[in-house]
């Protein structure tokens, strides 16, 4: 194309006519100027042509380059060269391609007329747009180190750089961290906010060209890994350990065992995590105490940390031997244990709670315990050391072996031996035989290690069973004699067991004694005697040093039986309440008593005639107080005595049944009256009785309802058979303050509905009441003229005025309002009875008349 251009510009020059004749010679070169600028890259050519009167007298005619050397280069594929044209007349410089190193002076020379130098030159200026040398869009800076942002650029004339970082202008005269230079951005001592975006920025005044370029510019952080503690793991257990290493970007891992140098995440026994730094290591093993190191690289550097992992062994008892001493030894028991570290020992008796402390004992310092710990072979002895050995120290002991780990345990146990003794069998009683009936001599010896036994009568050995009257049993430790002696007294001696360890050996006697039936009984009383039951007072056998008394037995027939062959009978076991029942009333008995053991039956005696008493009412009820009967015979006791009711407005009464004196008891009867104490005595308050209530003679409880609260009740309480009523039972019963009392007494100003409802109830009744007694007063009519009438009218009892009843007694005179109607009339009854009552105790006969 080039050189297309050239041969037209040669053809146009070629015609122009030659017309500065006039001219001095020169040399002229186009195009003009003495200074050519022009784009590398771009192709140029320089033309010189003379301009003389006659060019046929231009020699030498050619161009010189800026170091003023001929150019002769006429291959057109050369970056430089030269071409003549129009019969060597012009001669035409080429650049090809201009570069940078073509710039300088070019001169164009000629000879004329071989004396005329000619001379012309112009200087070719090379002109570079902005291009990027050096100024990769992605760089990596590294945390407080200095970094050069690099941006390179070529341009010719020289550009003015500028810089934005994430847009914004840096000030660089403004800023101590910031150098710019040729090469770039100098940032001093990377921080992680210098990370950005930097634009490099270039502007050529000369040429008005502006280019940028984006620099991404990452800051990038070494790993860092925190220095790390000794770590302790478990043997046998999965351990896990963190590398804790930070860095940007993050860093990956490896582990790497110290001492082997290996990597760990190619061993099978760990897992190395590139990305956490986590070492897990699957199964612990005793090897694997040692220094590792953890390496964490990026693209930003490398660290490393080394730790060591310390392996730590459950404790284990591997020996711990029983021992068998005598008693007095001087001994000790020991017990070896492995771990890491190596545990501490100490030794418990399996029977106490605590172990036994270091050294010697407090409580007895006949035990020391001591231990030595050997940490580099991981390994304890505990020793427990006994001085003069106790039978007390034999049993069970725990070994404890403990370390931060972990406990063990392990058992192992003293066995004193000791001496045969025959301390647990030392109070055992004589051994007893009667005729057919064989003593059982038992010896029985402790002792470590069990003792034999032999047995010895009269001096000489029982070998076997060597006479029929003699059985022996067990060698030993126990052995049983059994000895017959048929009433052969020669057998009721002393025997010997001889008891013999390799320790010593020990003798026992036992002596077998006859035993005979028991001694006639000493003494028999009556107590207490009811017209069908008789309580006796029985002093057994005195002087009886033999086998115990089982039984009493009493024989009794009516006085005009002559022989004892058809005799009740009648067996109380010894010291029982020798209470004799189901007797005829008024019936005249005849009594013995005789005492039995295991042998048979003593003597009779104690004979007794006892007419029984004639059938009277029941014997008076006990009442029952807070679950106790009160002491036996203090009725004065109980009339006195107040209980509490735990209840505002009821209690629960409670008796026994009484002795019902040859007749069923049929009914009790119950009355309560509101008493207060004046001048400490008790009165009654008449006017506030209950009725008489009847309890069935089934129930032996009563409930009295609807007390009043914090009141005291004199309750009497009487049994009722055919023949009358007992004396009373008394009781006084305080209630409990209720809280319904409370409610009366303080006056609410809230008041409830049922209050009001009571209040409006109340009012009506207190009118009723009113009208009733005006009309009782002014005309002799209603309710309480007719119980006026009737109270008035009423007839005196004749058997009650017999009796010399007390007017006083509330049974009568006040009964308003008998709470169980349908008893009225027994009431009445009873009343018939009452007072007929007869003997309170025994014997006594008071009985005015009987019914029956
Ligand atoms: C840069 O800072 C210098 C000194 O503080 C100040 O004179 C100059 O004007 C600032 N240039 C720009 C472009 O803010
Ligand atoms: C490794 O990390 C530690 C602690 O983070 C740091 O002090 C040390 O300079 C780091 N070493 C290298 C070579 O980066
Ligand atoms: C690592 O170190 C950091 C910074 O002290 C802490 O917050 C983090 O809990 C550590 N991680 C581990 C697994 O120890
Ligand atoms: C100690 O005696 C117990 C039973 O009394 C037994 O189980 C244990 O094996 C014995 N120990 C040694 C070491 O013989
Ligand atoms: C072991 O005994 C020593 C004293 O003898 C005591 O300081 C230590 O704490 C004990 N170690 C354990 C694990 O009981
Ligand atoms: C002898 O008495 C013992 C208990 O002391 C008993 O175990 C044993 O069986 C008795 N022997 C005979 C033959 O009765
Ligand atoms: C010792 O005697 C007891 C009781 O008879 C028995 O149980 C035990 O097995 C005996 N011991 C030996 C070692 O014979
Ligand atoms: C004595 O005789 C009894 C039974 O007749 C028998 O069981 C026992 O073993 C005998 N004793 C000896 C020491 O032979
Ligand atoms: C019988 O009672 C008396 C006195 O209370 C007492 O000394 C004796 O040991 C008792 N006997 C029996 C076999 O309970």
Redesign the pocket.
């Known amino acids: 194309m080039i050189r297309w251009l050239v041969y037209i510009c040669f053809v146009l020059i070629g015609y122009m006519p030659i017309t500065f004749a006039a001219d001095p010679p020169r040399l002229e070169i186009q195009p003009e100027g003495a200074t050519i600028e022009k784009s590398v890259d771009l192709g140029l050519a320089l033309i010189c042509t003379p301009k003389v009167e006659n060019p046929n007298l231009i020699t030498q005619l050619e161009w010189r380059d800026p170091r003023n050397r001929r150019i002769e280069t006429t291959d057109s594929r050369a970056p430089l060269y030269i071409q003549r044209a129009y019969g060597e007349m012009t001669i035409v410089l080429i650049f090809t391609k201009l570069t940078e190193n073509f710039a300088g002076k070019y001169t164009c020379a000629a000879n004329y007329a071989t004396s005329e130098q000619l001379v012309a030159s112009t200087t070719v200026k090379t002109i570079i747009g902005i291009t990027w040398v050096n100024a990769p869009e992605s760089q990596y800076s590294i945390v407080g180190r200095d970094y050069k942002v690099k941006c390179e650029i070529k341009a010719n004339p020289e550009p003015i750089v500028n810089w934005l970082k994430d847009g914004e202008e840096i000030n660089v005269t403004n800023s101590n961290r910031y150098i710019t230079d040729q090469q770039g951005l100098l940032i001093k001592k990377v921080r992680e906010s210098d990370d950005g975006v930097y634009t490099c920025r270039a502007v050529v005044f000369k040429t008005g060209q502006i280019e940028t370029r984006n620099i991404r510019v990452e800051v990038q952080i070494p790993p860092q890994i925190k220095p790390m503690q000794p770590v302790e793991v478990v043997e046998g257990e999965e351990a896990s350990i963190i590398c804790n290493g930070t860095g940007k970007p993050p860093p990956a891992f490896k582990w790497i065992k110290e001492k082997t140098r290996e990597d760990l995440s190619v061993v099978d026994r760990f897992t190395v995590k590139k990305n956490t730094g986590a070492l897990v290591i699957h199964r612990v093993e005793f090897n694997d105490d040692s220094f590792y190191k953890c390496v964490a690289e990026n693209t930003a550097g490398i660290n490393e940390t080394l730790v060591k992992i310390n392996v730590l062994v459950k404790p284990k008892v591997y020996e711990f031997w029983n021992i068998t001493e005598p008693v007095g030894s001087t001994t000790k028991i020991i017990c070896k244990a492995q771990g890491r570290p190596a545990p501490n020992i100490s030794f418990r008796k399996l029977t106490k709670t605590d172990p036994f402390t270091d050294g010697p004992q407090p409580y007895d310092p006949r035990i020391k315990q001591e231990f030595t710990r050997n940490e580099e072979k991981g390994e304890t002895i505990g020793i427990l050391h006994f001085n003069k050995l106790r039978r007390t120290d034999d049993g069970l002991y725990v070994c404890i072996a403990e370390n931060k780990v972990e406990t063990a345990y392990k058992n192992g146990h003293i066995t004193v031996e000791f001496p045969p003794s025959f301390e647990v069998t030392e109070n055992y009683p004589p051994v007893w035989s009667w005729e057919n009936h064989p003593g059982n001599l038992t010896c029985i010896a402790e002792s470590i290690p069990n003792a034999t036994i032999q047995w010895k009568f009269n001096g000489i050995h029982i070998e076997d069973n060597n006479t029929q009257n003699i059985q022996r049993y067990g060698n030993g430790p126990i052995s049983y004699l059994i000895v017959t002696p048929y009433n052969d007294h020669r057998f009721y001696s002393q025997y010997e067991c001889i008891a013999t360890n390799k320790l010593g050996s020990a003798t026992k006697f036992i002596e077998l004694r006859k035993a005979t039936v028991p001694d006639n009984i000493q003494h028999v009383r009556p107590e207490s005697v009811t017209a069908t039951t008789i309580k006796f007072n029985i002093v057994g056998p005195s002087n009886f040093r033999g086998l115990?008394?089982r039984s009493i037995t009493v024989q009794y027939q009516t006085e005009r039986a002559h022989t004892w062959a058809t005799a009740k009978e009648h067996i109380w076991s010894?010291?029982a309440t020798y209470i004799l029942e189901n007797l005829v009333p008024e019936q005249v008995y005849n009594f013995r008593f005789a005492a039995r053991n295991d042998v048979g039956i003593g003597g009779w005696s104690g004979d007794q005639q006892i007419q029984m008493p004639r059938r009277s009412v029941p014997a008076e009820p006990k009442l029952i107080i807070d679950g106790q009967l009160p002491d036996v015979g203090s009725n004065y006791v109980a009339a006195d005595l107040v209980t509490e009711s735990h209840y505002a407005d009821h209690y629960k009464m409670q008796w026994t049944v009484p002795n019902d004196n040859g007749d069923p008891i049929d009914s009790y009867i119950i009355r309560y009256c509101v008493t207060q104490r004046v001048n400490g005595l008790w009165r009654d308050s008449e006017s506030e009785c209950s009725g008489e209530i009847i309890q069935s003679y089934q129930h032996t409880t009563y409930e009295m309802s609807d007390l009043r609260p914090d009141t005291t009740y004199k309750v009497e309480l009487r049994a009722h058979n055919a023949i009358g009523l007992s004396s009373p039972a008394e009781i006084r019963v305080r209630t409990a303050r209720g809280l319904n009392a409370i409610v009366y007494e303080t006056e609410d100003p809230t008041i409830s509905s049922a209050t009001i409802i009571g209040i409006v109830v109340g009012a009506i009744l207190l009118a009723l009441i009113l009208i009733d007694i005006l009309c009782c007063c002014v005309n002799h009519a209603g309710i309480i003229a007719l119980i006026y009438d009737q109270v008035h009218s009423k007839p005196v009892d004749d058997e009650d005025a017999k009796l010399g009843r007390d007017e006083k007694e509330p049974l009568k005179s006040n009964v308003q309002e008998p709470i169980i109607v349908n008893g009225v009339d027994k009431c009445n009854m009873s009343v018939e009875y009452d007072g007929k009552q007869v003997y309170t105790k025994p014997g006594e006969i008071i009985g005015k008349h009987s019914v029956v």
Request: hydrophobic letters at 25%; aromatic letters at 24%.
């Open positions: 115990p008394i010894y010291n």
